[in-house]
C-alpha cells in the first residue's frame, strides 16, 4: 500500500490542523494505521494509531485530549484533527500502516510510511 500524508502547515499556538492520509495499492480496511511525528533533532515518537474498523483508539499521553485519530475506509483516508496546538507539537508527521486487528504502537510494527507533512506552531 502506498500512503500520502498532507495537510500540515504553519498555525498558532492554540490553533487546530487536519491531517490527512491517503491510501492507495491494496484494501486499506484491513489496515492499523498510526501516526507519528519527528521533531529536529529528536527521534520519531508515537502519537495516535486506529484499528482496522477504527472502533478503537489510543494516544499518546502529550496528545491525549487535544487530538483524534479517525478513519474512512470508504475513502481510503486516515485522519488526524490536532486541536490546542502547542509549539513542542511542532515536527514532521508521518502515517503508517500495517496489516492486524488491532492498533500498535510501535514504529517498527509498521511496514508501509507515508512521506510526512511538516507542521509548526509558532508561540
Known amino acids: 500500500v502506498q500512503l500520502q500524508a498532507f495537510g500540515g502547515g504553519l498555525v498558532q499556538a492554540g490553533g487546530s490542523l487536519r491531517l490527512s492520509c491517503v491510501a492507495s495499492?491494496?484494501?486499506?480496511?484491513?489496515?492499523?494505521v498510526g501516526w507519528f511525528r519527528q521533531a529536529p533533532g529528536k527521534e520519531r515518537e508515537f502519537v495516535a494509531a486506529?484499528?482496522?474498523?477504527?472502533?478503537?483508539?489510543h494516544y499518546a499521553n502529550s496528545v491525549k485530549g487535544r487530538f483524534t485519530i479517525s478513519r474512512d475506509n470508504a475513502k481510503n483516508t486516515a485522519y488526524l484533527q490536532m486541536n490546542s496546538l502547542k509549539p513542542e507539537d511542532t515536527a514532521v508527521y508521518y502515517c503508517?500502516?500495517?496489516?492486524?486487528?488491532?492498533?500498535?504502537?510501535?514504529?517498527?510494527?509498521?511496514?508501509?510510511w507515508g512521506q510526512g507533512t511538516e507542521v509548526t506552531v509558532s508561540s
Open positions: 495499492g491494496r484494501t486499506f480496511s484491513s489496515y492499523a
Open positions: 486506529i484499528d482496522w474498523s477504527g472502533a478503537v483508539t
Open positions: 503508517a500502516a500495517t496489516s492486524g486487528s488491532y492498533y500498535y504502537t510501535l514504529a517498527t510494527t509498521y511496514r508501509y
